[in-house]
């Protein structure tokens, strides 16, 4: 065995540049599987990080249904016989520098907020009214020091603060200011409210038996589910990402440990003739894979933990803005997390050259010449079994609605897809070389088709990243298209009306709807019900009415049954996931009592992943007994309206009242939608960063490969810059196969992750669209790139000196 | 070869570091509230005590707004029907702040309440401890003349005495206390001076024995009980002076009806300071001043805690006077508050010196030795 080692450590001593392309795709394809497994953390685990600091992992948490709470809760509580102890909070978003923060207004004598504060850090809140304590690291990314001023936003209100600190907590409390509850009641004129009251788990039942029905009580793992199951789509497509990545690097690894194999061929042989078995060989070969592996992962998981740390803002801020949840900052690795990842993706390494290892124990003892391998005859077997992957993958979609069965058969297609990518590609090159129209390009591409064993792992890895990463912006430009219809479609008002600090009172909405120039309103008053689906109240006029994007059931007739009160209608997320349809009876718990109420239609939506159910405005304040809206659209009547005179009207009814045109919302929707999608982006180009490694590393490998072929044309008069031209050729030549095998993939990958992905991780569906200007951009995007990754190659082999190479064997 | 794997070998362990260093545990929040920053010196828009005042009742049980700290302080020795011993204290603490202006909301406190119920079982040599923290706000603590609470932990003033319910987790109190002594001012009439500087003085009353009968729970037992209490009640604003270290306090109920409060102040160099004091109450209700130099209390045997403090739990105190030399030996060690606040305060015994009877029982607190 030690003559083993000795012989792999001498290979590696020779061929740095191998072992460190080996180690870096690895490191990449591990790198980007790990970010995203602590990204996907970050969206399930820490998500409930203020009841977490204040009132310990297991708290019990008290609410009101749709809006605050009202502090005498506490008080009767905390004043009963027995009470547990109860954290009252208060929580307020606001905004600094674009940035989500909460102020949580706590009482540090009740329950658990009492152990959060130091003495002086306490004194300094009971102090001064508008301080507010943050941890260091909070702190660090405010750029702000203890005893610094900050001035945040509520709207269009601003607060000023005076930081505290720093408060000894962890991530928990990342953007997370405390205050006194005292104090930020008043700052934000919210006396009287709370936005929850947590108590240890025990105390569950004793709550229950004293809080009126309409109060919720929700255990930390009831909200745990609540925030996975609001992140559940996004984090399915990060896994989704991960796991691609991987698959990429695995790539890169096996047409690197091919490339070794090839190159020690020889020195294997002359090991097998002086009498080594295969069996160690065997050993040999896969003790070397894994140390590689094994150590190009460990590389991985520090990159990935780096790389997860500086991305992680790209995915709390959508997280913030849609689901209303404030992520920690950093990431939280944890020892059991690195083990799995190093574990999967060293397994996963070992089988990938299963296959090399079968070739490596056929090497017949004694046979040094290095001759290109045999043509192994498994072409017809291996497109057997892509095609029956890709079958497999079509069964597997329609057996099941799930989603995780769907990334499952994508899996599978892909699969399949990248067994017959090699031999696509390999048909395109011989195109390519016979239209080729110099000799010298013909030539190169000849070169190439000649090494095609070593070729053919670059060629899957290539497109299949091409592919995925064109299919996944098609998809992300499929997707803003569609948002950005529908909300052109919906936004019917001339302009809105919202209040920077909760809901529009009644009076306030009649002074509004009385101004000048006003010829109609609609509302919309969006609230979670008791059981915890979302309820809009609209008062829709016929006007807004046409808004809607009907999938299912008539408009008129929809419209109709909608105003008597007998009907509503529902999102498409919301019908998907309760599995509802026109004409199905749905029952809403009023605190009136149950009522039915029939489907008249379902509407597009993507606003809300989890469903609405819209009921008309007027049943509702009468069902549920709240006259408040959230929003009102302004119908202009043009012969009277002058704008100035209504923003100065509405300023005049109330200051907090905020008007935004048609096209700012519209605009809103839209950097949202941006924002959530720039995780996606930077997912896309870090596979194409691997998918450039990969490219490399086999241009690499074949270059060194045919070091003798290209010692003899040197030789017979070739000059050093058409050699370099010959290299570069060839790389442009395969980088150019490869995306044009990736074009009808990437189209694929777009359908499938709009059609069938998207409906089953969100629960809508997205109309049918081509936007090929991925398609366009990523063809001379390869090419450009195929060019560049050949100039090292070429001066690598261009520098060599013939005569050795030639005299060699 | 073994420089080569070497070097593989500490690349690895490397990484491996800095992995573990990444995912090693966040650091637990580990702040703890003192109420000591609250016992600081007060500002000056408090209200000073500099002399005596009359003291009327029940008004003077109430709260009194505009000084730094006051206190409801009950301690007492209870017996269970099989001659089984326990040791009890319930306190409320009201520390004002500062007073500047307050936020807008019913949240707006003028004051903290602690609440402090300790029960030493004496058999088990258990000491049983609680506290409770409330802002003086929303009604969820506060004394007025007739009624003293934070949260549902109360004391009922009654026609007859007070009732006291007290349940924590694991143990609890129900309790009625019958005075059997009138109230006794402490110190002048009830001004109690512990320093040189005008305010270093409290208002200071004591009921030194209330017939007490009720219950006593520690986990889901329950056992009745009777026997002896104290109340002491006090306010002011900047009571101790600057050189103090600590004190030394006795309430000791002797068996032939007389009850003994001593206290002893200690200065920063370990001697009483001259402003100790105490007081004799003898069974009519008539009562003696005693002055620094009417007694003495010298430390004897000492227990280490946990965290290395030594606390005096054998004292030797003489009243020469009262021709009393006694010796005063906490019922077991480890009776010390382990919360916000760090003190001794528990159940004692009283036996003469020379002969070794038993002459009665007290309470003895003991304050600064884990500072």
Redesign the interface.
């Known amino acids: 065995m030690r003559l083993l ?2 012989s792999s ?1 001498r290979f590696f ?1 020779r061929h740095p540049g191998q072992l460190v392309l080996a180690l870096a795709g690895m490191a990449a394809g591990v790198a980007v599987m790990t970010g995203v497994a602590l990204m996907r953390d970050v969206l399930i685990e820490s998500l409930d990080g203020a009841a977490e ?1 204040l009132a310990g992992r297991d708290s019990v948490r008290v609410t009101a249904a749709g809006g605050p709470l009202d ?1 005498s809760v ?2 009767a509580l ?6 547990p102890p109860l954290t009252p909070v208060l929580m307020q978003r606001v905004a600094f520098d674009g940035r989500r923060l909460e102020l949580l207004g706590i ?4 329950g658990g907020g ?10 300094q809140l ?2 001064s ?1 508008i301080a507010a304590a943050a941890n260091a690291s909070t702190l660090a990314r405010l750029d702000r020091a203890a005893g610094d001023p900050l001035t945040v936003r509520i709207g269009d209100r601003s607060l000023q603060l005076e930081l505290v600190g720093p ?5 928990a409390l990342d953007d997370r200011l405390l205050m ?4 930020l ?3 934000v004129d919210r ?2 409210q709370l936005s929850w009251i947590d108590a240890p788990a025990e105390a569950r039942e004793w709550l229950r038996a004293r809080l009126r029905d309409s109060l919720q009580i929700d255990s930390a793992a009831q909200r745990r589910d609540a925030a996975a199951r609001l992140t559940e789509g996004m984090r399915a497509n990060l896994t989704a990402m991960g796991l691609i990545s991987l698959a990429v690097g695995l790539f890169v690894i096996f047409s690197v440990l091919s490339f070794l194999l090839v190159q020690r061929r020889r020195s294997l042989a002359i090991l097998r003739a002086v009498g080594v078995t295969s069996a160690r060989v065997t050993a040999m070969l896969l003790l070397e894979t894994a ?1 590689v592996a ?2 190009g992962a ?2 991985g ?2 990159l990935g ?1 780096l790389l997860a740390d500086s991305l992680v803002g790209l995915v709390r801020v959508p997280v913030a803005e849609l689901y209303g949840l404030l992520a920690p900052a950093g990431v ?4 059991p ?2 083990a799995g990842v190093w574990i999967v993706a060293v397994g996963a390494a070992l089988l990938s050259v299963s296959g090399l290892l079968r070739e490596a124990r056929r090497i017949p003892p004694g046979r040094i010449l290095r001759l290109p391998p045999a043509d192994s005859g498994q072409r017809l077997p291996s497109a057997i079994a892509a095609f029956g992957l890709l079958a497999l993958a079509v069964v597997t979609v329609f057996a099941s609605r799930s989603l995780p069965v769907a990334f499952a058969a994508l899996f599978l297609a892909l699969g399949g897809f990248a067994l017959l990518a090699p031999e696509l590609g390999v048909r395109l090159l011989s195109a390519l070389r016979r239209i080729a129209p110099r000799r010298l390009p013909a030539r190169a591409l000849a070169l190439l088709l000649a090494g095609q064993k070593r070729i053919r792992p670059a060629l899957a890895a290539l497109s299949l990243a091409l592919a995925l990463a064109v299919g996944l912006a098609m998809m992300v430009l499929g997707f803003r298209a569609a948002v950005d219809d529908w909300i052109d479609r919906l936004l019917r008002a001339d302009s809105y009306v919202t209040a920077s600090q909760g809901a529009l009172a009644p009076a306030t909405v009649d002074r509004i709807a009385g101004l000048p120039g006003i010829d109609t309103t609609s509302s919309a008053r969006r609230v979670t019900v008791d059981d915890g689906r979302q309820l809009i109240a609209y008062d829709l006029p016929p006007r807004a009415w046409k808004g809607f994007e009907w999938l299912a059931g008539d408009s008129e007739a929809a419209y109709t049954a909608f105003r008597a009160g007998t009907a509503v209608v529902i999102s498409e997320p919301l019908a998907r996931r309760d599995r509802l349809e026109v004409g199905d009876e749905l029952r809403l718990d009023t605190p009136a009592g149950s009522r039915p109420f029939r489907v008249a239609a379902v509407y597009r939506d993507y606003a809300s992943e989890r469903g609405t159910i819209a009921l008309h405005a007027p049943l509702y304040r009468q069902l549920y007994d709240d006259r408040r809206r959230d929003s009102l659209g302004l119908y202009y009547d043009p012969a009277t309206l002058d704008e100035a005179a209504l923003a100065e009207r509405l300023r005049a009814i109330d200051p907090d009242l905020q008007l935004t045109g048609r096209e700012a919302v519209r605009e809103t929707t839209l950097a949202v939608f941006d924002r959530t999608f720039r995780i996606s982006w930077a997912l896309a180009a870090l596979v194409a960063v691997i998918a450039v490694i990969a490219l490399v590393s086999a241009l690499l490998a074949l270059g060194l490969e045919r070091r003798r072929d290209y010692a003899t044309l040197r030789a017979l008069g070739l000059t050093r810059g058409r050699l370099h031209a010959l290299v570069v050729c060839q790389t442009a030549g395969l980088a150019l196969a490869a995306a044009l095998v990736a074009v009808p993939l990437s189209i694929a990958i777009h359908l499938g992750l709009s059609l069938v992905i998207q409906p089953r991780a969100f629960g809508w569906s997205l109309p049918l669209s081509w936007p090929l200007a991925p398609v366009a951009v990523m063809l001379p995007l390869a090419l450009v790139c195929g060019l560049l990754a050949g100039l090292y190659p070429a001066w690598r082999i261009g520098r060599r000196d013939p005569a050795p190479e030639l005299k060699e064997e | 070869m073994r420089r080569d794997l070497g070097l593989l070998l500490l690349l690895a362990l490397a990484l491996v570091a800095w992995l573990g260093w990444q995912a090693r545990p966040q650091p637990a929040a580990d702040g703890r509230l003192s109420a000591s920053g609250l016992l600081n010196d007060a500002p000056e828009s408090f209200r000073q005590v500099t002399g005596p005042r009359p003291l009327s009742f029940p008004a003077d049980h109430a709260a009194h707004p505009g000084y730094r700290n006051e206190w409801w302080y009950f301690t007492g020795n209870l017996d269970g029907p099989g001659g089984e011993r326990y040791g009890f204290q319930f306190t409320l603490f009201r520390f004002e702040l500062d007073h500047a202006p307050r936020p807008d909301s019913a949240w707006s406190a003028d004051a903290v309440w602690m609440a402090h119920l300790a029960l030493s079982d004496v058999e088990g040599r258990v000491f049983h401890q609680s506290e409770r923290f409330a802002r003086g706000a929303l009604g969820l603590a506060g004394a007025t003349g007739d009624r003293w609470w934070l949260q549902d932990w109360q004391v009922a003033r009654r026609s007859d005495g007070f009732a006291l319910t007290a349940h924590a987790e694991d143990f609890g109190l129900a309790l009625e206390l019958e005075p059997v002594r009138p109230i006794v001012r402490q110190g002048e009439a009830g001004y109690s001076r512990k320093g040189p500087e005008p305010g270093n003085a409290s208002h200071y009353y004591s009921i030194t024995r209330l017939a007490t009968s009720g219950r006593v729970r520690i986990g889901d037992r329950e056992r009745p009980v009777e026997g002896l209490a104290w109340l002491d009640r006090e306010w002011g604003s900047s009571q101790l002076a600057d050189n103090l270290d600590g004190w030394d306090w006795f309430s000791l109920q002797l068996d032939d009806g007389r009850d003994v409060m001593v206290y002893r102040l200690r200065t920063d160099d370990g001697e009483a300071s001259r402003f100790s004091a105490g007081k004799v109450v003898y069974p009519d209700g008539e009562s003696r001043t005693l002055g620094p130099a009417d007694f003495t209390a010298t430390p004897g045997r000492e227990w280490r805690d946990t965290e290395g403090n030594a606390w005096p739990v054998e004292w030797a105190v003489t009243v020469p006077s009262e021709d009393l030399s006694l010796e005063v030996e906490a019922r077991f060690d480890d009776q010390r508050w382990t919360g916000a606040v760090s003190y001794w305060e528990g159940a004692v015994g009283v036996r003469d010196a020379n002969s070794g009877e038993s002459l009665g029982r007290g309470y003895l607190e003991l304050s600064g030795y884990a500072e």
């Open positions: 080692l000795q450590r001593r600091a502090e506490f008080r905390a004043l009963a016989e027995g009470a009482d540090p004598f009740s009492r152990g959060l504060l130091p003495p002086d850090l306490l004194g009971f102090e009214p408060l000894p907590a962890g991530q006194d509850i005292a104090a009641q008043d700052a006396q009287g140390v094994g150590l460990l590389i998981l520090v933990t939280q690795p944890s020892a997390l690195y």
